[in-house]
């Protein structure tokens, strides 16, 4: 009985999009505090902030928000926690 030979090349992988965030993703990573901080947002660059929204949505890092609405007789305050992780 004859093998059957099929002819295979090596090839580069292609990149995505994640691909060419790995190294911010990283980097950022590395310099998150282990405590709340604030940091700038409109200081980071666009590649940056999406990869914060990686970084939150893998559950990594956990964001807050807060706000407050007002007016002349009512003041409202709202914080929220956003983080992520495996969806089961």
């Known amino acids: 009985m004859r093998k059957k030979m099929l002819p295979v090349a090596k090839c580069e992988p292609e990149l995505n999009a994640h691909d ?5 993703v990283l980097s ?3 310099r998150m505090p282990l405590r709340w ?3 700038d ?4 660059t666009a590649t940056e902030q999406e990869a ?3 970084l939150t949505a ?3 890092v956990e964001r807050r928000l807060f706000m407050t ?3 002349s007789l009512i003041a409202l305050s709202v914080g929220l926690g956003i983080t992520g992780g495996p969806v089961l």
Do not use: E, R
Request: net charge negative; aromatic share 0%; proline share 4%.
């Open 28 to 30: 950022l990573l590395d």
């Open 58 to 60: 893998g559950g990594l």
């Open 69 to 71: 609405l007002s007016d």
């Open 52 to 54: 914060l929204k990686l």
């Open 37 to 39: 901080k604030v940091i």
């Open 20 to 24: 060419a965030l790995d190294p911010v």
């Open 41 to 44: 947002a409109d200081g980071m």
